[in-house]
C-alpha cells in the first residue's frame, strides 16, 4: 500500500528532475559548442605546423632582428644627413659700450659706439662633403646587410630546429608503433610457449625490447622539450609555450636548381655577408680619400653689418681658413686609412672563401641525403619489410628462431629511422645553403 502511495510522489519528483535537467543539459550543450570552436581555434594559432608559420611569427616577433632593422634605418638616417653644410654662426659685438667714458656702459645697440653683426658659414675643401656623404651610403649599405644576414642566419637556426623537430617527432610515432608490434610478438611468443612450440626466453625477449623502446620514448620526449625551447628562444616566447605538431617539410628543390656554378655566381652577389663587407671595403676607400684630401685647407667665410647709432653705414667681408702643417699626424691618419681598406679587402676575400667552401660542403651534403632517402625508400625499406614477413611467418611455423625475427624487426626500424634522418638532413643542408644565398631557393 504504501508503495503505491509513493508511486505517484516518485514520477512527480524524477519529471521535475528531468525539467531540471534538461535547461542544464542545454547550457552544457551550449557551453561546449562555444568552447569548443575556441579550443579549436587556439590550437590552430599556435605556430610549428609547418616552417612558414615559424618564420612569419619570428619576422616580426625577434628581437634580434628587429634591432637589426633598427640599425640599420639609422645608419640610412645617418647617411640621409651626412655631407651637408654645418649650422652657419652668428656672432653679436658690442663695441664701446661707455661711448669713450661719456655714459655708464649700455647694452642697447643704437646707444653703444659699434654693433658688429658676424654671420659665419663654414666650407669644407672641394669634394670633402661628396666623399663624406657616399662613405655614409656605403655604412649604410653595409648596415642594411648584416640585418639581411640576421634574418638569414635566424630563419636558417629555425628550418632546422624545425626539421629537427620533425625528425623527434616521427621518430616518436614510429617507436610508438614499434613498441605496439613488440606487445604483438610478445603475445604471438606467448601462445607458441604455451603450446610448447617456443622457450620462455622468447617472451622476455620481446619483454626487454619493449622496455628498451620505453626508455627510448622518454630520452625523445626530453629532445622534443629541449628542441621546442630553442625554436621558442628563437621566436621570443617563453620556453615552454607549446607549440603545433609538424605536419610536412618544405619540398626540396629539383637538382637542376641546385647547379653548384650558377649557386655561386650567386653567392658572390647576393650573400648578406659579402655584400656587407664590399660596402664596407668602399666605405674604407671613401674615408682615405676623405684623409688625402685633408692637406687641403677649410675655410670659413663671414659678412657684418657695422652699425652706428641706428643705422648700418659699413660692410665687412672676412675669408678663415686652417694651415694644414701638422703633417706628421694627417700622414699617419693616411696610413691608417690605408691600412682599412687593406683590412676590409682581405676580410672580404676571406669571407668569399669561407661562403663557397660552406656551398660547396652544403651541396654535397643535400646530394648525398637525397640519395640516401632515396636508396631507403626504392630498396633498403622494402627489403627490411620482405625481410620481416618472411621471418614472421618463419617464426610461426617454427623455422626460425625469436631473435631472427628481432633482427629483422630492427632492421625494418631502422631503415625507417634513416629514411626520417635523411630527411631532416636535406632540410637542414637546405636551410644552409638558402642562409648562404641569402633568400629562398
Known amino acids: 500500500m504504501s508503495s503505491q502511495f509513493f508511486a505517484p510522489a516518485k514520477g512527480r519528483i524524477a519529471s521535475r528532475l528531468l525539467a531540471v535537467r534538461r ?8 557551453l561546449l559548442a562555444v568552447s569548443l ?8 594559432a599556435l605556430p610549428g605546423n609547418s616552417v612558414e608559420s615559424l618564420l612569419e611569427y619570428a619576422k616580426t616577433r625577434n628581437p634580434e632582428f628587429a634591432s637589426m632593422r633598427h640599425e640599420a634605418d639609422a645608419a640610412t638616417d645617418r647617411a640621409a644627413s651626412a655631407g651637408t653644410l654645418p649650422d652657419p654662426k652668428f656672432r653679436i659685438e658690442l663695441q664701446d659700450i661707455t661711448k669713450m667714458g661719456e655714459q655708464g656702459p649700455a647694452l642697447s645697440p643704437a646707444r653703444v659706439g659699434k654693433t658688429r653683426y658676424l654671420l659665419m658659414q663654414d666650407l669644407p675643401w672641394f669634394g670633402k662633403r661628396e666623399l663624406m656623404r657616399e662613405a655614409a651610403q656605403y655604412e649604410a649599405e653595409g648596415a642594411s646587410g648584416r640585418a639581411r644576414g640576421s634574418w638569414a642566419d635566424l630563419s636558417s637556426r629555425i628550418k632546422t630546429g624545425y626539421a629537427q623537430l620533425y625528425y623527434i617527432d616521427r621518430n616518436e610515432s614510429l617507436t610508438h608503433e614499434i613498441l605496439d608490434l613488440m606487445v604483438r610478438l610478445e603475445k604471438i611468443a606467448q601462445v607458441r610457449y604455451g603450446g610448447g612450440l617456443a622457450a620462455q626466453s622468447d617472451a622476455i625477449r620481446a619483454q ?11 630520452a625523445l620526449e626530453n629532445e622534443r622539450r629541449m628542441t621546442e625551447a630553442r625554436l621558442n628562444m628563437l621566436l621570443s616566447r617563453p620556453a615552454n609555450a607549446p607549440l603545433a605538431r609538424p605536419e610536412r617539410l618544405r619540398t626540396l628543390p629539383q637538382p637542376v636548381r641546385l647547379d653548384p656554378a650558377a649557386l655561386e655566381d650567386r653567392v658572390r ?117 620482405l625481410t620481416y614477413k618472411s621471418a614472421l611467418a618463419s617464426y610461426e611455423n617454427g623455422k626460425v628462431d625469436f631473435a631472427t625475427l628481432l633482427d629483422a624487426q630492427r632492421q625494418i626500424r631502422q631503415a625507417r629511422q634513416n629514411q626520417i634522418k635523411a630527411q631532416a638532413e636535406a632540410q637542414a643542408r637546405l636551410a644552409e645553403i638558402e642562409r648562404l644565398l641569402g633568400e629562398e631557393l
Open 37 to 44: 570552436p575556441a579550443m579549436g581555434q587556439t590550437s590552430e
Open 23 to 30: 535547461p542544464a543539459v542545454g547550457i552544457i550543450a551550449c
Open 208 to 218: 626487454v625490447e619493449q622496455t628498451d623502446m620505453r626508455n627510448e620514448l622518454i
Open 269 to 385: 652577389g647576393r650573400n648578406p655577408q659579402l655584400f656587407a663587407d664590399d660596402a664596407k671595403l668602399k666605405a674604407a676607400e671613401k674615408n682615405r680619400d676623405l684623409a688625402y684630401k685633408n692637406r687641403y685647407p677649410d675655410f670659413t667665410v663671414g659678412v657684418a653689418p657695422m652699425q652706428y647709432g641706428n643705422a648700418i653705414k659699413e660692410w665687412e667681408l672676412m675669408v678663415e681658413f686652417n694651415i694644414p702643417i701638422q703633417q706628421s699626424s694627417r700622414r699617419a691618419q693616411e696610413r691608417e686609412a690605408e691600412a682599412m681598406v687593406s683590412a676590409a679587402r682581405t676580410r672580404r676575400e676571406a669571407t668569399a672563401n669561407q661562403v663557397l667552401s660552406e656551398l660547396s660542403e652544403n651541396l654535397s651534403g643535400l646530394d648525398a641525403a637525397r640519395r640516401t632517402e632515396a636508396s631507403i625508400t626504392n630498396s633498403l625499406l622494402p627489403q627490411a619489410e
